[in-house]
């Protein structure tokens, strides 16, 4: 009898693994053929057999933990399916799949959401979680043995990670600028496995004194002798210091629809007066870091003066330390520096950014009247007039200070909702919803600009004033909206040159007190701190001047994988490739350096700063050598 029973359970707990299996497979053959057809995006028929096996695996280790073959089922659909169908999402939204740091990211999200957006986000997180965390049956010790199973494996993983993600790169293949391509050719599984693995192999030793030297040479040429021979002075005496005001205005989604040909919009959105004096500003451009999102980046380049070269959000991974960005360089000439933003204060971790690089005041949600609200959004008008408020209140302007007033915008933001005071005034072609709504947010958006612009000029007539769009709008999934008009391609492995240049351009004008706007033609984000500070008369050795030496004879753009060079004869991608342009291995080399620099400075040792305002360390070790001066 005890050998019936025996056999009927050691039958059933078959037919139980069985039924795992069986349901992990039609789950992914479902899920496969739903965001293909839905959304797009699938991996492509090569990788379909290894993401298979890849899911397989993981349901035998849950399946291994679970407490029935009930709960397992509905544990592992809910899990899979979040993280299958959000990396769909995104690569549709935005163009790139899920990354490591998308998950350290995730947090920033639930504050850009509110009301059943928020709830939803919430629930997309919470339920799966506590969905595994209810199917394991936790009193088993197979369970145990199974996590200490895996442990183990995640302990091999960042003990190892850079002999993993050669061995996984030479297995699966790597792409560094066409990462759609690696989810596609890997499936989510390993994709998320070799990106977090080669995550954790960058994790390197910040860059030697030696190694900073070399690299800031290279990238000053032969201008690096005059920082390395600034002694004292560069606290500021012997230099010319600023004393007009900066406004800086920065511009969410801010572009120029009317290039999207195919949508047959009604009229042109941009208030008339705005085109006018784009004109006259030559109609430059400024070249940003990323596509639809990731304001920070953007952010990070305009006051920091470096660039951002990876996926990933600077603000959050790679600011560490206090860093004499643009604000706390102004400050240090006397400026007031205060930043304003009407969303969560601690969005794209702002808070300690902001801090890092040296604003004085921050005015974020809680500190504004939110009395004008498109949906999530306060507008543009309210943000304006309530700064200048402000400013006008607390004698800022024509005080005895200058200020640094920087003022980021929300209104703008996808999906471009609209309140009842801005009704829709501007129709697209049928299919082109977003683009229209998009379309009418532009509408109210140019004009409460120029509006502001009158006011401010008005007020500040000596004032140096930027304004420019931190990225193109998000449209719908696949670079639509910009794939009809022949703008992009829909994956961006199948981008051309061009098409490089026209996904970061947004427009740039710069006006120049009473002098009005001035051409500066299209620049790197990166590159606008140097500029200004040439226009604000600003004398002083900064580390905002390093990057843009490496841009005199041609501005690059770096893109996660690759980069642009904007050269005055004709523009080239450079992709790491054997067809690459022979120059590419130069702008390679100078961009390198620029990194080893911007490593050293935002989560390094900080020697570029030894080397930049303080006194020459060679000169120190020499005349304490001859015994003339005592160490610092």
């Not at 280790?61 to 999402?89: D, E, K, Q």
């Not at 005059?226 to 007009?244: L, S, W």
């Not at 990876?310 to 604000?327: M, Y």
Request: glycine share 6%.
């Amino acid at each position: 009898m005890n050998s019936v029973l025996a056999f009927v359970r050691a039958h059933s707990r078959v037919l139980s693994w069985c039924a795992a299996l069986l349901f992990v497979l039609v789950w992914h053959w479902l899920a496969i053929r739903a965001g293909g057809r839905f959304l797009q995006v699938s991996p492509w028929a090569s990788a379909y057999t290894r993401d298979l096996v890849a899911h397989l695996l993981l349901g035998v280790v849950l399946f291994a933990m679970a407490r029935s073959l009930t709960r397992f089922m509905i544990a592992t659909m809910a899990v899979f399916s979040v993280l299958t169908f959000g990396n769909a999402m995104k690569l549709s939204t935005l163009g790139a799949p899920v990354m490591p740091d998308d998950f350290a990211a995730a947090r920033n999200m639930f504050l850009l959401l509110d009301g059943w957006s928020l709830v939803a986000a919430v629930l997309l997180v919470s339920v799966p979680t506590l969905l595994l965390v209810w199917s394991i049956d936790w009193k088993r010790r197979w369970t145990w043995v199974n996590l200490a199973l895996v442990g183990a494996a995640v302990g091999l993983v960042v003990s190892f990670p850079a002999d993993l993600v050669r061995a996984m790169d030479r297995h699966f293949g790597h792409s560094v600028w066409n990462q759609p391509a690696n989810y596609q050719s890997r499936g989510l599984p390993i994709h998320l496995l070799q990106e977090t693995t080669r995550a954790l192999a960058r994790r390197v030793p910040p860059p030697t004194a030696p190694e900073v030297d070399q690299a800031l040479r290279l990238v000053a040429g032969e201008r690096a002798s005059e920082f390395v021979k600034v002694t004292e002075n560069t606290a500021g005496a012997g230099f010319a210091r600023p004393r007009r005001n900066l406004h800086m205005i920065v511009l969410e989604s801010f572009w120029d629809p009317m290039a999207l040909t195919a949508s047959r919009l009604s009229a042109d959105p941009l208030d008339p007066e705005f085109r006018r004096l784009w004109a006259q500003a030559g109609h430059s451009h400024l070249l940003a870091p990323v596509f639809g999102g990731y304001t920070a980046n953007t952010e990070f380049e305009i006051l920091c003066g470096f660039p951002v070269t990876a996926d990933n959000v600077f603000f959050e991974t790679g600011l560490k330390r206090d860093v004499p960005c643009l604000p706390r360089h102004l400050g240090e000439a006397g400026y007031h520096s205060l930043a304003s933003h009407p969303n969560a204060a601690s969005f794209w971790n702002r808070v300690n950014a902001y801090r890092r690089i040296g604003f004085e005041t921050y005015w974020a949600d809680q500190d504004f009247v939110l009395d004008d609200m498109n949906r999530a959004f306060l507008s543009d008008e309210s943000m304006y007039r309530q700064v200048m408020e402000r400013l006008r209140g607390a004698g800022t302007l024509g005080g005895s200070r200058p200020v640094f007033n920087y003022l980021l915008t929300y209104f703008g933001h996808l999906p471009y909702p609209l309140n009842e005071r801005r009704p829709a005034v501007i129709t697209a072609a049928e299919g082109h919803e977003v683009v229209a709504a998009y379309a009418n947010t532009l509408y109210y958006k140019s004009r409460e600009l120029m509006a502001f612009l009158r006011e401010l000029r008005a007020a500040d007539p000596d004032g140096l004033i930027v304004l420019f769009g931190d990225h193109l709008p998000a449209l719908t999934p696949n670079f639509g909206g910009y794939t009809e008009s022949g703008l992009l391609a829909g994956r961006r492995g199948e981008f051309t040159d061009p098409m490089f240049r026209t996904l970061v351009e947004t427009p740039l004008i710069l006006i120049d007190g009473e002098h009005g706007p001035v051409a500066v033609g299209d620049i790197p984000a990166y590159q606008l701190p140097a500029l200004l500070l040439d226009r604000l008369g600003d004398q002083r050795p900064s580390i905002l001047k390093l990057a843009a030496q490496a841009g005199e004879s041609s501005r690059i753009r770096p893109l996660p994988g690759v980069h642009l060079v904007v050269a005055a004869d004709e523009d080239r991608v450079c992709r790491g490739a054997e067809t690459d342009a022979a120059a590419c291995s130069e702008s390679t080399r100078r961009l390198q350096a620029v990194e080893t620099l911007r490593t050293d400075l935002f989560s390094g040792s900080q020697h570029t700063l030894l080397e930049l305002h303080l006194p020459n360390r060679r000169f120190r070790a020499a005349a304490v050598q001859s015994g003339s001066q005592t160490p610092l």
